[in-house]
């Protein structure tokens, strides 16, 4: 093109004949009069838009002749210039060429360091465009030589051929190009053409047989290791043509993750078309992806995960009584070494996935969990992906670890960070696991554990508020954790941790007694719980929600009464202080609630019922029903009050009197010493066996009815009897209880009165007769009144009417007031997740946790008592991840 | 001539009569055998073709099983059939379907305790159950309370000198099994409770008195009333304080009412009725321990349960 065009200037071509003759002023369309420098800006601008508007500018000579505007519009704005330039084209001068457009002249001549700096210049402005061509043309000005040259000498050597030929027949040049070549040419024929050719002909030569010697070991390699690393072709894609020797170290493209993940990703596409070699690849590719997966990020694993499952799963499906599949699988299990948790981590989280497919058949499904119960411990619990199934994985293999051994460990941190690494808390929670478990082991620790102890504490951060710091408190108070295994881990907290607040006084000796144990724990307490200051309703919540934290860590999940009883208590109390604080109560604050106060009646037993035959009580019994007079019924009345109450033999004298006498004022005043006596054992029993007998009397039935505060049947129906019974032996069982020391009517009290601080105002007028199991149910239907805002959602609704079903059903199932209460406190609970869950979303998984972990608390509890020790706890958990959600 | 011509064509009608009759049993019992024999063979490859990916296929047969069962051997392996549907159901999170065959289990179960734990269950997996729950439950609640009570007046009989009574209520059908759960929900061993009613039994058995308190004694013109001594010891106790306690216990427990009267029960007579026990949510594991059945095993293969086909 540019040859065609030769015969003409690219400025004649791209700006007119009229430009090309006059210098700078001719170039930008100016008369030597130029009053300001806009002037020139608008006429470059103008000669820009005007190259810009032809068909070639995009070519390379638009490129020059926008230098050239350039050029000149920076001339002209030079003073000095402008006038040597008015001196050089005076207006009407003929035509001649402008002075940039000169090979040679006044300028300085081209050098190589020039030519070098200008490259430099290219290179700095990132390639040939427009900042470099600016930069060239002010360097072009600086240096006082040819911006054009200077371009020139820039360009290959054919088109600066070219363009000085171009440039020869254009301006007709007085002299030869001054361009600087690049690099020198040789000059031809001569011995270091020849030299270079004997160089390049030997290594030719020797890059050959280094071919051939490879290819001829490789091949005897091949033939050596026979049917154990067979051969393989990939004959479906070409890309992955290459021969298979030694898995880990000729393979060097699978150092990186991408070459599993792909390889697998064509696995699954192979399979269709040769199941065999597909199925020989995967035994390959199987154990490379479960030694390498913690270097895959967590999307690459799951699609990595989900086509190994895809693989077996459609290879399976396949060919259903094939087990070469299901036998890889449970080989690489059973053959990953001991000492790598990660490996197993992996598989089992495969085996899992695969076990949430239901096409799969149940004997290759039984096979694998069979293997995974073996190897690993529990059963796959099925999952939809790997990222999902592994995380439940991680925290099994952990906990169920009997081992010190810090390569395990070392291993098993690595397989966590790489499952859970999104997910800080619930690597938190898995650490924390894992370290209660080692911690209860009694087998003596070892250094091992120590270095184990360090690996795993580094693992958490032991902020102010995280969970890891009331983990500790409560292992101090914990008697389960040994004192052996205790003392590394505070070692590694004061001395190898960055935990603040701590000192190397603060480390536990491994032989400790239980009140040096409790020294060093207090110094942890002292140094964490003083926080910097706060204000407000912010340090009342804070205080609050630390509180509970510890109340939290030390309630167990089982211990002997008294001290469950007291937990119940101060978990009730908190509970109520998180409620008022919620409320924005400030008649309450978390100080009235500090100091539990059991109320203890004194126990002072009854006398014990005398069952065995009594002289006394027999005497008794012989005078009162032989009595002639009411005076001499008054002294044996006297007795029993000496005696604390009637024998058995001495009631059923009474209730004869009372009933059989002929003589009314004897009567009455048997019947009033029943009525005196009625919450006696002796006198509920004679009563129990009048109401037997064939017919009741109406006096008989009168009474029955002054003894039982309850409404009777009519004395004739014939579930009289059954109800009457039901009643005295009911009473029977109150009066007998007073005989036994029981901390329960105490709690029952404390319970009332921590709830009925929860409810409102308008509730609370109501609750005088009230017990504790009414006043839970008060608060229960409360929580559900709570809920009307967000009822109208149809999930909430729904899982409102779960609760309610479920509360039916333990309410149901209960055979106690206990029980009952119990119901009640899991109802609050789960109406409790669900208006959290519905004011803060984010905090779902928490909240399920919770839940979760109440569930396995109640099903570990040993009794009544601790069960709803654990439902109070659980919602002290769900009121603190309130009060941190809506901290400021 | 004639009658005799009669006659004889009346032997020969009661001899072909008899013969066709004999046959026809015959016949008749062969067909029954075939088709046991036939009928059995059906059940055994029905069985043999369940298949644990498809759990709604041990609802189908486990319900045609226990409404056709014809022994209680039958009835037993219907039950597994459901409880195996129930199990693997639950694994396969289809609550609704594992709900279905708890209550159908629950229709089919003769205890009173396991069905209202099925019930429960099933409402605990399937919310939509609740009107039926109540329903059901309430029902097998009542019958229930009718046996509980009879248990009841045995002990109550037992302790009060009634020898007869106390042994024929104890012979009712079902009085014992309420005891026995009675006393394990107080924490007190059954078999001390059983042997102390039959104790009671035995003792008021050779009383004279027939149960009365007081006995007339006549002498120099004079008729008093005593305590009779003859009695071991009051009536209405029992024979030390400790099965005395343990005896009410199971009364109170027997006689439990309804949740409003549970509510006004005092705490402290929780610890004197040693009701102290967990409170057990109704599960899956649970209603497969009682039927004593291993989920892994969903196969009926050589007459039992096996882990593959």
């Known amino acids: 093109m540019i040859l065609q065009r030769g015969q003409q200037s690219p400025i004649v071509q791209f700006l007119g004949d009229d430009a090309g003759a006059g210098g700078p002023f001719a170039l930008l369309g100016l008369k030597h009069e130029i009053d300001s420098d806009d002037q020139i800006y608008l006429a470059c601008t103008r000669r820009l838009a005007q190259v810009d508007r032809n068909r070639h500018r995009s070519t390379p000579d638009a490129d020059e002749v926008r230098l050239a505007i350039h050029t000149a519009a920076s001339q002209l704005l030079d003073q000095a210039m402008r006038e040597e330039l008015q001196h050089r084209w005076p207006p009407g001068t003929p035509a001649s060429l402008p002075k940039a457009w000169k090979s040679e002249g006044k300028g300085n001549r081209l050098s190589a360091g020039i030519v070098q700096s200008a490259k430099m210049i290219v290179a700095a402005s990132g390639g040939w465009n427009s900042t470099a061509r600016k930069r060239l043309v002010y360097f072009a000005q600086v240096k006082r030589i040819h911006a054009f040259d200077l371009i020139a000498s820039l360009r290959p050597q054919q088109l600066k051929n070219q363009s000085s030929h171009l440039r020869s027949k254009t301006a007709q040049p007085e002299t030869t190009s001054c361009n600087v070549p690049l690099v020198e040419s040789p000059p031809?024929?001569?011995?270091?053409?020849?030299?270079?050719?004997?160089?390049?002909?030997?290594?030719?030569?020797?890059?050959?047989?280094?071919?051939?010697?490879?290819?001829?070991?490789?091949?005897?390699?091949?033939?050596?290791?026979?049917?154990?690393?067979?051969?393989?072709?990939?004959?479906?894609?070409?890309?992955?043509?290459?021969?298979?020797?030694?898995?880990?170290?000729?393979?060097?493209?699978?150092?990186?993750?991408?070459?599993?993940?792909?390889?697998?990703?064509?696995?699954?596409?192979?399979?269709?078309?040769?199941?065999?070699?597909?199925?020989?690849?995967?035994?390959?590719?199987?154990?490379?992806?479960?030694?390498?997966?913690?270097?895959?990020?967590?999307?690459?694993?799951?699609?990595?995960?989900?086509?190994?499952?895809?693989?077996?799963?459609?290879?399976?499906?396949?060919?259903?009584?094939?087990?070469?599949?299901?036998?890889?699988?449970v080989s690489n299990l059973q053959s990953s070494p001991n000492e790598s948790p990660d490996q197993l981590m992996i598989q089992s989280a495969i085996i899992s996935?695969?076990?949430?497919?239901?096409?799969?058949?149940?004997?290759?499904?039984?096979?694998?969990?069979?293997?995974?119960?073996?190897?690993v411990g529990f059963k796959p619990a099925p999952s939809k992906t790997i990222s999902q199934a592994i995380i439940p994985v991680v925290g099994l293999i952990g906990v169920a670890a009997r081992t010190d051994d810090s390569v395990w460990w070392t291993s098993?941190?690595?397989?966590?960070?790489?499952?859970?690494?999104?997910?800080?808390n619930q690597r938190d929670r898995f650490v924390l696991s894992v370290l209660t478990s080692r911690v209860q082991d009694q087998t003596p620790a070892g250094e091992d554990w120590e270095i184990s102890a360090r690996l795993l504490v580094n693992k958490l951060a032991w902020r102010e508020g995280s969970s890891e710091r009331f983990w500790l408190f409560r292992q101090f108070a914990d008697q389960r954790a040994s004192t052996n295994r205790l003392a590394p881990i505070t070692e590694a907290i004061a001395v190898h941790s960055s935990a603040p607040q701590v000192s190397a006084q603060m480390v536990l000796n491994s032989t400790a007694t239980t009140k040096q144990r409790e020294q060093v724990a207090s110094l942890y307490r002292e140094a964490w719980e003083s926080g910097p200051a706060q204000s407000g309703n912010r340090v009342l919540s804070n205080k609050l929600a630390n509180?509970?934290?510890?109340?939290?860590?030390?309630?167990?999940?089982?211990?002997?009464q008294d001290r469950m009883i007291k937990n119940i208590i101060l978990l009730a109390q908190l509970n109520a202080a998180a409620w008022t604080t919620q409320q924005k109560n400030s008649e309450f604050s978390v100080d009235d609630f500090a100091i539990p106060v059991l109320i203890t009646d004194s126990f002072t037993p009854n006398q014990q019922l005398m069952l065995g035959s009594n002289a006394r009580d027999d005497q008794w019994a012989f005078d009162a029903i032989n009595a002639q007079d009411i005076q001499s019924l008054s002294r044996l009345f006297a007795q029993l009050v000496e005696d604390g109450g009637p024998g058995v033999n001495s009631a059923y004298a009474l209730v004869y009197l009372a009933t059989l006498n002929s003589n009314s004022e004897m009567r009455s005043a048997a019947a009033s010493q029943i009525i005196r006596y009625r919450d006696h054992p002796s006198?509920?029993?004679?009563?129990?066996?009048?109401?037997?007998?064939?017919?009741?009397?109406?006096?008989?039935?009168?009474?029955?009815?002054?003894?039982?505060?309850?409404?009777l049947p009519d004395r004739t129906s014939e579930h009289y009897f059954i109800h009457t019974h039901a009643y005295l032996i009911e009473l029977l069982v109150a009066s007998l209880a007073r005989d036994v020391d029981s901390p329960l009517p105490a709690l029952e009290l404390e319970l009332i009165a921590s709830y009925v601080i929860r409810l409102d105002i308008s509730a609370k007028s109501d609750?005088?007769?009230?017990?504790?199991?009414?006043?839970?149910?008060?608060?229960?239907?409360?929580?559900?009144?709570?809920?009307?805002?967000?009822?109208?959602?149809?999930?909430?609704?729904?899982?409102?009417?779960?609760?309610?079903?479920?509360?039916?059903?333990?309410?149901?199932?209960?055979?106690?007031?206990?029980?009952?209460?119990?119901?009640?406190q899991r109802g609050i609970c789960e109406l409790l997740v669900i208006e959290i869950g519905a004011k803060h979303p984010t905090d779902t998984r928490q909240l399920q946790d919770s839940l979760e972990e109440l569930a396995v608390r109640l099903s570990q509890s040993k009794n009544v008592l601790d069960q709803i020790a654990q439902a109070e706890r659980c919602m002290s958990q769900l009121w603190i991840i309130q009060l941190e959600a809506e901290a400021p | 001539?004639?009658?005799?011509?009669?006659?004889?064509?009346?032997?020969?009608?009661?001899?072909?009569?008899?013969?066709?009759?004999?046959?026809?049993?015959?016949?008749?019992?062969?067909?029954?055998?075939?088709?046991?024999?036939?009928?059995?063979?059906?059940?055994?490859?029905?069985?043999?073709?369940?298949?644990?990916?498809?759990?709604?296929?041990?609802?189908?047969?486990?319900?045609?099983?226990?409404?056709?069962?014809?022994?209680?051997?039958?009835?037993?392996?219907?039950?597994?059939?459901?409880?195996?549907?129930?199990?693997?159901?639950?694994?396969?999170?289809?609550?609704?379907?594992?709900?279905?065959?708890?209550?159908?289990?629950?229709?089919?179960?003769?205890?009173?305790?396991?069905?209202?734990?099925?019930?429960?269950?099933?409402?605990?997996?399937?919310?939509?159950?609740?009107?039926?729950?109540?329903?059901?439950?309430?029902?097998?609640?009542?019958?229930?309370?009718?046996?509980?009570?009879?248990?009841?007046?045995?002990?109550?009989?037992?302790?009060?000198?009634?020898?007869?009574?106390?042994?024929?209520?104890?012979?009712?059908?079902?009085?014992?099994?309420?005891i026995q759960t009675a006393s394990e929900q107080s924490a007190v061993d059954p078999a001390l409770v059983l042997n102390t009613l039959r104790m009671l039994i035995q003792q008021a058995s050779t009383d004279i008195c027939h149960g009365r308190v007081f006995v007339t004694r006549r002498g120099e013109g004079v008729v008093n009333r005593e305590v009779c001594p003859d009695?071991?010891?009051?009536?209405?106790?029992?024979?030390?304080?400790?099965?005395?306690?343990?005896?009410?216990?199971?009364?109170?427990?027997?006689?439990?009412?309804?949740?409003?009267?549970?509510?006004?029960?005092?705490?402290?007579d929780v610890t004197y009725l040693q009701l102290d026990a967990p409170a057990q949510d109704p599960s899956v594991s649970m209603i497969l321990k009682q039927y004593g059945i291993d989920i892994s095993m969903p196969y009926w293969k050589n007459g039992q349960w096996d882990s593959s086909r």
């Not at chain 1, 199987?286 to 967590?298: E, G, K, R």
């Not at chain 2, 046991?36 to 709604?56: A, G, I, M």
């Open chain 1, 188 to 329: 031809s024929g001569s011995l270091v053409w020849m030299g270079m050719y004997m160089i390049l002909f030997v290594l030719g030569a020797s890059v050959g047989i280094t071919i051939f010697f490879t290819s001829q070991q490789i091949s005897s390699n091949s033939a050596n290791q026979d049917n154990v690393e067979p051969s393989f072709v990939d004959s479906s894609n070409s890309n992955n043509e290459f021969i298979e020797h030694g898995v880990e170290k000729d393979r060097t493209e699978f150092e990186h993750y991408t070459a599993i993940a792909h390889e697998l990703d064509q696995l699954v596409v192979q399979l269709q078309s040769d199941y065999q070699s597909s199925v020989d690849r995967f035994r390959t590719l199987y154990p490379l992806f479960v030694q390498s997966w913690t270097a895959f990020p967590t999307p690459a694993l799951d699609r990595s995960g989900f086509h190994i499952v895809e693989f077996v799963r459609r290879g399976l499906l396949a060919k259903p009584d094939d087990t070469s599949l299901t036998d890889i699988l």
């Open chain 1, 353 to 375: 996935v695969l076990h949430s497919d239901a096409e799969i058949g149940f004997d290759h499904l039984s096979i694998l969990a069979a293997e995974h119960v073996s190897r």
């Open chain 1, 412 to 424: 098993w941190i690595q397989g966590l960070d790489s499952a859970v690494s999104e997910d800080k």
């Open chain 1, 547 to 560: 509180d509970m934290h510890v109340q939290v860590s030390l309630t167990p999940t089982w211990s002997d």
């Open chain 1, 683 to 711: 006198v509920l029993i004679a009563l129990d066996h009048a109401i037997a007998g064939k017919r009741v009397t109406s006096r008989l039935g009168q009474l029955v009815s002054s003894v039982i505060p309850y409404p």
């Open chain 1, 767 to 824: 609750t005088n007769e009230m017990n504790a199991v009414d006043i839970v149910k008060a608060v229960y239907l409360q929580q559900m009144m709570r809920l009307n805002p967000f009822i109208s959602e149809h999930s909430i609704n729904q899982r409102v009417q779960v609760v309610m079903n479920r509360v039916a059903v333990l309410l149901a199932r209960s055979v106690n007031p206990l029980q009952n209460f119990l119901a009640y």
């Open chain 2, 1 to 178: 001539m004639k009658k005799s011509r009669l006659s004889k064509c009346a032997r020969h009608f009661r001899f072909i009569a008899a013969v066709s009759l004999g046959l026809s049993c015959t016949t008749y019992a062969h067909f029954l055998e075939f088709n046991v024999s036939k009928k059995h063979d059906v059940e055994v490859v029905r069985l043999t073709q369940l298949d644990p990916n498809s759990p709604s296929g041990y609802f189908t047969y486990g319900e045609t099983l226990l409404a056709y069962a014809e022994n209680a051997e039958e009835k037993a392996l219907a039950k597994q059939v459901l409880a195996v549907g129930i199990g693997l159901a639950a694994d396969n999170n289809l609550p609704e379907l594992a709900a279905s065959m708890c209550i159908v289990l629950a229709d089919g179960e003769d205890s009173s305790v396991d069905a209202i734990n099925l019930w429960d269950l099933a409402l605990m997996l399937d919310p939509m159950r609740s009107s039926a729950w109540k329903k059901h439950r309430n029902q097998i609640i009542d019958q229930d309370l009718q046996v509980r009570q009879i248990a009841s007046r045995c002990i109550h009989a037992a302790r009060f000198y009634m020898p007869e009574q106390a042994s024929e209520l104890l012979k009712v059908s079902g009085v014992t099994e309420a």
């Open chain 2, 231 to 268: 009695h071991a010891r009051p009536i209405g106790t029992s024979i030390s304080q400790e099965s005395f306690n343990n005896l009410i216990r199971v009364e109170s427990v027997l006689l439990a009412k309804s949740q409003d009267h549970q509510r006004s029960v005092n705490w402290g």
